[in-house]
């Protein structure tokens, strides 16, 4: 609410700006009182309840919920129930205005539907995009919904709205492809195997190709969860997928394919790996622990609960094991629930629409906080018998990462990742004038980490740090140069009331490079390495 309410203002301020009338909010919507907070973490743990019918429950209250730690039970100090169905208009931004925010005009609870054609067989993909379409003629006014393709490169098919024509005219456009470097049919990964199973270049080729595949699908993930980031409440998503295996390089042998029933919806019947006996060819074996945690705590710092969707059905795929303890890792840790060995994809995906229509959210402050850059385990209990809950099982307590190497790869991430952060929701006024750029940037100051003390001569600051890199880009999305800042803040009190009031501003003029047709521009706070980016053409 607080992020709507900025918005509003800070819209309602640069339209009055651009008129050349007084900067400040009309009597009949007054600015909020400032919010003063120091690095203490809110933690926010986003929930579904749901009955025995697996139908959304309505009416619990805080007293009936209890939130553990460590182990350790906390003060519930926020407490809100959250309906899809409602909806929080935004003012329209005007000409030469740009956000990032994601929220604008409709509830929490938005959903990601991501095909991944990275890592799925075409036919599969095939199948699976005919349930998608079946689903998205049947989406109801109150569904948000936006579509994304994984390829080689994460890419939006179409944002969020609940216009099914129009979603369904994206992705009949899109049409689907078999990426180059993406899963293989099974055909040609046996005949890899026999052409290079001797010397075993064939496997360590296959190994190298997947490593890649894995490395970009978690960076993906990543790249979802920045986006969502600075909505509010759970959001969701929905990853059409073949899946793919947390390890490679370990040989293995298959076990006999076992056809698993539909009713058994949960429960693979296919047995464990067993490593190879003897001697083998050389491979490069290696696992994504790191890789697969970096991803988990972005989707969790975001809120976002991933539901997996086989994308293969009902399958005898001798290593769906693998793929399968994928989906249910990103499901068991973010609050989701994976779907596989069903052919009825699209009403999975209508059972996330309908049990994700209220949720809960519990926020406190953690006990002896300490950013010890551990993983905290999260339990959630509630007192009514016959309900069960999903929400995600722990946070990471972050250390500050204030570092150069730091700062400059999230930086070179964020202007380059396909679609924009919103972990800090900005918006630009980009006009040209005289020959040059003028820039207006208004910074959302919820997204902005302050940390008070006392000065020498005892009155109370708050010190910031705020990051800004301006990418200008040409026609086709190639850089042509960058500007960098680095806004260092060490704020009085009546200062540090303005900026919460209203946003931190930053105001900029660039000399245009010839070719360059618009801006790419990244606000990132030093301290929780939150970003936002937004892209603003003049």
Known sequence: MRTLLFLSIAILSVATLNSQQPTQPPAQQPAPQPVFRTTTRLIQVNVVALDKKGKPVTDLKKEDFTLFDKGKQQTISLFAMENKSERRPLPKLGPGMFSNYTGGSTSPNLTVILIDSLNTQWGDQSVARLKIIKFLEQIKPEDRVSLMVLGRQLKVLHSFTDDRQSLLNSLKKWGGRQEVGGVESPESSEMDDILGGESGAGLMAADFKQSRRIIDSLA????????????????????????????VGFPQIRSAPVMTSASSRGVPSIGPSVPRMGPGPPRDQRTFTDEVDKAMKVLNNANVAVYPVDARGLTIDTNAHEEIGTMQEFASRTGGKAFFNRNDLDTAIRQVMEETEVTYTLAFYPTGDKADGQLHDLKVKVSRPGVSIRSRKGYVASRPEDNEKSREQQLTYAVHSPIEATGIVIIARVMMKEGKVQMLLIVDPNGVNMEQEKDKDGKDRWKGRVDILIMQRDKAGNDLGATKDTLDMYLLKETYGKMMSSGLRYTKEIVPTPGAEFLRIIVRDATSTLAGSVTAKW
Do not use: D, H, T, Y
Not at 223 to 247: C, D, E, M, T, Y
């Open 220 to 247: 993906a993930m990543e790249a979802v969860g920045n986006f969502l980031a600075g909505s509010p409440g759970r959001k969701n998503l929905i990853w059409v997928s073949g899946g793919f295996p947390l390890q």
